[in-house]
């Protein structure tokens, strides 16, 4: 799947959601903290400062504020370039101020990684290392240049220099380590959450389809009385107008076109109710649905079903939900990519279990990805040997993550492994060496109450909406 085809918000793209009402109440409130510090460090503590540059960064925020306010309306988004140049603009002002009130001996100075943590949580990797960066130049600057705290009295307020280097040294590792921390516990948000959204809108369409099938195969049932009616009457009109040729022709041309309608309605209606609309079927034949749109990529897909210890001879009805289909033809479709010449999928049930192993004869999964797999990571092909290999494959590697959501959903539990060491050598085609994936479910998830097979499903309901 495709980031256009999901419709998927990218990474420049989330950078543009933050509003800018949202950055201008933040930046009143660190406004009235540095006008409190300021006052409270003049006023109660006695402290000489350079009010006059301190009031003027200060007051440089407030124009901007007020500029930002009655020059953009309310509903401004701001672009990934606007934001990076706020928060620049907010560390920049920051680091004067602390400039003018003593530097690293200033116990505000930690202040400094706020700007540089909100760029990892909303802007991008290269906005957040330019801040990082700067951050990291301007700490480094007011170890050695910055203007002293002074008492009323004139003594110079500072701390030990082995404090000072050691303050030094825990804020660069602090701007290194929570900017990292952030993003990667933001993308990893964010990736889920598009994994989420990509699983329900699968989910959505297969629904779609679901209802579309009804709707065709009710049309079909409800249309054929009439239909054959109309056929039935203009046969006998058709007899009885021998000698007006003209009308006759006309009553064959009216039961010509019945005929033609009952053709068209009898094939859209076997399209919905095989595929679609049946709420129940043979494992078999679910997965042979899953699997058909696969069916002609040029790898064969052999389907084997049988008991288990225990089961019945008879293949079990299971629920035909759009979860366990989508669910199983994107495993089947991994298959299909990653195989050389053939898929395996196996059913297997007993009394208490259903059970559907999907096996290829390709390389299977990687040692390192295996116990990662499931979850939403975006796979990027590095070789072009990959793109030979697989040269119609386009994925985001959200197919097994979907997979798996949708059949967890339906109550399954998934494994996965490898038939054979992945790094070995290539063995003849037609032997299954490559990736195993095995869904199991408690039979009482999937298999209808044996009582409610006979119930009738009663007339069909109007569409509303």
């Given at each position: 799947m495709s980031t256009t085809e999901l419709g998927l918000i990218g990474e420049e793209q989330r950078s543009n959601w933050i509003r800018l009402r949202t950055m201008i109440l933040l930046r009143w409130v660190a406004i009235l903290g540095q006008l409190a510090a300021i006052t409270i460090a003049q006023r109660l503590y006695n402290l000489q400062l350079e009010l006059g540059l301190a009031?003027?960064?200060?007051?440089?925020?407030?124009?901007?504020?007020?500029?930002?306010i009655f020059v953009f309306p309310e509903s401004?988004?701001?672009?990934?370039?606007?934001?990076?140049?706020?928060?620049?603009?907010?560390?920049?002002?920051?680091?004067?101020?602390?400039?003018?009130?003593?530097?690293?001996?200033?116990?505000?100075?930690?202040?400094?990684?706020?700007?540089?943590?909100?760029?990892?949580?909303?802007?991008?990797?290269?906005?957040?290392?330019?801040?990082?960066?700067?951050?990291?130049?301007?700490?480094?600057?007011?170890?050695?240049?910055?203007?002293?705290?002074?008492?009323?009295?004139?003594?110079?307020?500072?701390?030990?220099?082995?404090?000072?280097?050691?303050?030094?040294?825990?804020i660069m590792i602090a701007l290194v380590f929570l900017s990292a921390y952030t993003r990667r516990i933001t993308r990893e948000m964010n990736s889920m959450s598009d994994a989420l959204t990509a699983t329900q809108?699968?989910?959505a369409r297969a629904q779609k389809l679901n209802d579309l099938g009804g709707v065709v195969a009710a049309a079909a049932h409800e249309l054929g009385t009439p239909l054959a009616t109309i056929k039935l009457t203009s046969s006998e009109l058709a007899e009885e107008l021998d000698d007006f040729p003209d009308l006759k022709e006309d009553a064959l041309l009216i039961r010509s076109q019945a005929d033609r309608c009952r053709d068209i309605l009898r094939?859209?209606?076997?399209?919905?109710?095989?595929?679609?609309?049946?709420?129940?079927?043979?494992?078999?034949?679910?997965?042979?649905?899953?699997?058909?749109?696969?069916?002609?990529?040029?790898?064969?897909?052999?389907?084997?079903?049988?008991?288990?210890?225990?089961?019945?001879?008879?293949?079990?009805?299971?629920?035909?939900?759009?979860?366990?289909i989508h669910g199983l033809?994107?495993?089947?479709?991994?298959?299909?990519?990653?195989?050389?010449?053939?898929?395996?999928?196996?059913?297997?049930?007993?009394?208490?279990?259903?059970?559907?192993?999907?096996?290829?004869?390709?390389?299977?999964?990687?040692?390192?990805?295996?116990?990662?797999?499931?979850?939403?990571?975006?796979?990027?092909?590095?070789?072009?040997?990959?793109?030979?290999?697989?040269?119609?494959?386009?994925?985001?590697?959200?197919?097994?993550?979907?997979?798996?959501?949708?059949?967890?959903?339906?109550g399954a539990e998934l494994s996965f492994a490898n038939a054979s060491d992945p790094y070995a050598p290539m063995t003849e085609t037609g032997q299954p060496t490559g990736a195993i994936v095995e869904v199991i479910w408690p039979r009482a998830k999937i298999v209808p109450d044996p009582a409610s097979r006979g119930t009738p499903l009663g007339e069909n309901q109007l569409i509303s909406g």
């Open positions: 009031y003027l960064a200060v007051g440089t925020s407030v124009v901007g504020n007020l500029v930002a401004k988004r701001l672009s990934e370039t606007e934001n990076f140049l706020m928060v620049m603009f907010d560390l920049l002002q920051l680091c004067f101020l602390l400039y003018l009130t003593g530097g690293l001996h200033n116990p505000f100075s930690l202040l400094v990684l706020g700007p540089v943590t909100i760029s990892a949580t909303v802007l991008s990797l290269r906005s957040t290392i330019t801040l990082m960066l700067t951050a990291m130049v301007l700490v480094t600057g007011m170890v050695f240049w910055h203007l002293p705290l002074r008492t009323e009295e004139g003594f110079i307020l500072r701390i030990p220099d082995v404090f000072v280097y050691g303050q030094w040294v825990a809108m699968a989910l094939g859209m209606g076997r399209a919905g109710k095989d595929d679609l609309h049946m709420r129940q079927a043979p494992i078999v034949e679910v997965i042979r649905e899953a699997a058909e749109p696969h069916q002609d990529r040029g790898k064969e897909i052999l389907i084997e079903d049988g008991p288990g210890p225990g089961g019945e001879y008879n293949p079990p009805q299971i629920l035909r939900r759009p979860e366990i033809r994107n495993l089947v479709q991994n298959a299909v990519d990653f195989a050389r010449t053939t898929v395996w999928v196996e059913a297997m049930w007993t009394d208490d279990l259903i059970s559907i192993r999907i096996l290829d004869d390709g390389r299977g999964f990687p040692p390192q990805v295996i116990g990662r797999i499931g979850d939403p990571f975006m796979r990027r092909r590095r070789s072009d040997a990959d793109r030979r290999a697989r040269p119609e494959y386009e994925g985001m590697g959200l197919g097994l993550f979907i997979a798996k959501t949708l059949l967890e959903r339906s």
